[in-house]
């Protein structure tokens, strides 16, 4: 759940930028000592809150320190610090109050803290898929919609938690029968539809290992997933629809049938109606009768799913998470952190490619009805994610922070033009959100709602859950998030490693969160999982982000540390830059890269991609350089400002950085990016053509 996620690692990681937010500073700068927060949560709001009780909780049962109802800032700093300093106490006490069911109890809570290799509860035994569908064994909730299916027609449909416990229950007893055993791999090529969310916990039922990719991926990046894991069984539709039309897959299918020699079947999912192609299974004949679901007990640390890196220099890193790590992280984090229950909505714009998917999905687990949104975010008009929370009540509702800023240029305003009063919460992850992003969300609904709390997080891909963002308790603050999550040691580290207060370092882990990865797919001896985290700094997991911990316990992040940008010793995170030009109406998308060049220069070129109908004249060009001397640094006004017809990204839509730097620098385009892992080739076509012909 990444303002960024980790992505593959370069050599250039080691400068240190001086910038937070959008405010110029070095590295002894101090924030506002009296910041006056864009929101805070009433007395009745902390009052309610799950966080809340569980600390009056946790302080009863577990030795936490007491709760300061007068001082919820310091009642969330305590807590806290409790729970980094007496982890194995704090993670007992999130297991008993989310009444986890362990079928064979634990020895101890934390065995081992090193990293990586950290030992949780062992002799536990457990499964994901049995506490996701906990609420349909109470009769009063059976008939309730544990999903709500939406197209581009924006229509809901329900999926019920009986029919989903039935449904889950007749998947997994055809795996079974299909010889599937814990620790086989099962695939999906699916998009975000009920279906998917059946198969990951029929597949988890049985104890064998998920893994998905979207079907907007191509053949190559697909099989640049799936054949590390080698699956026994792959989920597929025939095709998706996408901004209102059709998009046929059944040839990719085909290359997928072709390339996975290890697939034993084929299960057939008719999104656009065509027949089952020969010798697979058809889905409705699956789950036509109901069947009460059997669920595998296995260790905690049992591989529960394969997330994937982008990928973009080289193949995507096979993440593997434990049933019993993702469980209890995305307990605390949905249900303390988010403040999800039964009774809410949950919705977060998302696909099968991204790990917000499996987070999604999860909202099962503290009993939340889950929004399941299969189409484009655009689609028919800008306005159409804002129209899905109305429409399915969501009171939770999570999104892009790029999303956010195209609602606002293109002058949307959702609380005003739909019933958003449901909406508790706003989330936005994939990338920071600007300050003006803050404004504008807090703007429109107290112009119509009142209040709507926002909650900006980051995480990542690699440990599938948040390091800091969203706690009902405590004030929002603009451009920044509201603190580090529960159990989450996070610090910012110099380059000495030593954690700094403040200043700009490095995000750094410093003790084990029971999500990190178990192990990758095909690193036997481990190395390859040692060199992502814990090169620079042995033991203590490094993200590559810039972070500043506030001395008020905020945090705000700066980008990824692989794309400093270093003018005259000064370095600056790309973020940073971004989030200055792209407050111009006529600026779509940026990208910013600074190129160290042979004879010892260092060229940044500023590249834009226009709103319709902008034109980048000298008068364009100047305010450009204006907002970026003005906002943030003289120094890092750019050497060029180039118009480009668009922004590369992964296809879990971040932007593409370090790939373009080295085809600026001479590589080229089949040694600088793996080309499955971008959203558009032709554009990376286009970087390296510009780099071939600048004198």
Not at 277 to 293: I, T
Not at 630 to 654: A, M, N, Q, W
């Amino acid at each position: 759940m990444a303002s960024s996620c980790t992505d593959d690692t370069t050599d250039d990681t080691h400068a240190y930028p001086r910038t937070a937010g959008s405010r110029q500073m070095t590295t002894t700068a101090q924030p506002d000592p009296l910041p006056r927060p864009l929101w805070q949560p009433g007395p009745e709001r902390i009052a309610r809150a799950r966080l809340t009780r569980f600390h009056a909780w946790a302080a009863e049962r577990h030795g936490a320190p007491a709760p300061d109802p007068g001082d919820p800032a310091a009642s969330y700093a305590a807590l806290h610090r409790w729970s980094v300093t007496e982890l194995a106490r704090f993670w007992q006490a999130v297991a008993e109050w989310f009444e986890v069911r362990f079928t064979t109890p634990y020895d101890t809570v934390l065995a081992d803290a090193t990293m990586p290799g950290a030992q949780w509860f062992p002799g536990a035994t457990l499964n994901y898929a049995e506490h996701a569908l906990r609420a349909a064994e109470d009769p009063a909730r059976a008939a309730e919609p544990a999903l709500l299916h939406v197209d581009e027609t924006h229509e809901p449909r329900p999926v019920s938690w009986a029919e989903l416990r039935g449904q889950v229950g007749a998947v997994a007893a055809e795996l079974r029968r299909l010889g599937v055993r814990p620790g086989d791999r099962v695939s999906g090529y699916l998009p975000n539809i009920p279906q998917a969310a059946v198969a990951l916990l029929a597949t988890a039922a049985v104890g064998a290992v998920w893994t998905s990719c979207a079907p907007d991926f191509g053949a190559r990046s697909v099989l640049d997933r799936f054949q590390q894991v080698e699956p026994v069984v792959l989920f597929t539709v025939d095709g998706y629809r996408y901004g209102g039309k059709e998009h046929d897959r059944t040839e990719t299918v085909a290359e997928l049938r072709r390339e996975l020699p290890t697939l034993r079947a084929v299960v057939h999912i008719p999104l656009l109606g065509t027949p089952a192609p020969e010798g697979a299974l058809e889905w409705d004949a699956l789950v036509r009768e109901a069947e009460e679901p059997v669920f595998e007990q296995v260790p905690f640390d049992h591989p529960l799913w394969v997330l994937y890196s982008s990928g973009t220099t080289g193949l995507p890193k096979a993440i593997v998470q434990s049933q019993g790590g993702i469980l209890i992280e995305h307990l605390k984090q949905l249900g303390l952190h988010c403040d999800l229950g039964p009774g809410d909505r949950f919705f977060w714009y998302t696909s099968t490619g991204w790990m917000m998917w499996n987070f999604l999905v999860s909202g099962l687990l503290v009993g939340s009805t889950v929004v399941l949104y299969d189409g484009s975010p655009g689609y028919p008009d800008t306005a159409a994610q804002w129209r899905v929370a109305e429409r399915t009540g969501a009171t939770l509702y999570g999104t892009s922070a790029a999303y956010v800023m195209a609602c606002r240029k293109a002058g949307v305003h959702p609380a005003r033009d739909f019933d958003l009063s449901r909406v508790a919460c706003v989330a936005t992850t994939g990338s920071p959100l600007p300050p003006d992003g803050f404004r504008w969300i807090h703007d429109e609904f107290a112009a119509s709602t009142g209040e709507v709390w926002i909650a900006s997080v980051s995480g990542g891909t690699d440990v599938c859950s948040c390091f800091a963002g969203a706690v009902p308790t405590l004030p929002v603050h603009i451009g920044e998030l509201q603190a580090p999550g529960l159990g989450t040691d996070l610090q910012a580290w110099n380059p000495q490693g030593e954690p700094v207060l403040d200043e700009v370092g490095e995000l750094v882990v410093a003790q084990p969160m029971p999500s990190m990865p178990i192990r990758f797919w095909n690193d036997p001896d481990g190395s390859r999982y040692r060199d992502s985290y814990f090169d620079m700094f042995p033991g203590v997991w490094r993200h590559g982000d810039w972070i500043t911990l506030t001395s008020r316990g905020t945090v705000v992040i700066h980008g990824r540390s692989d794309s400093t940008l270093n003018r005259q010793g000064v370095r600056m995170g790309s973020a940073d830059i971004y989030e200055a030009v792209e407050r111009l109406p006529e600026i779509r998308e940026s990208l910013v890269i600074g190129v160290e060049q042979p004879d010892g220069g260092y060229w940044m070129p500023l590249f834009v991609h226009l709103a319709p109908g902008a034109t980048l004249d000298e008068a364009l060009r100047d305010r450009i350089k204006r907002t970026i001397r003005e906002h943030l640094s003289p120094r890092h006004v750019p050497d060029e400002i180039i118009e480009v017809p668009g922004v590369p990204h992964t296809l879990t839509g971040k932007r593409i950085e370090v790939p373009v730097k080295r085809l600026l620098q001479g590589t080229t385009l089949d040694k600088a990016v793996n080309p499955g892992s971008v959203d558009d080739l032709d554009l990376l076509r286009y970087y390296e053509r510009l780099a071939r012909e600048r004198p």
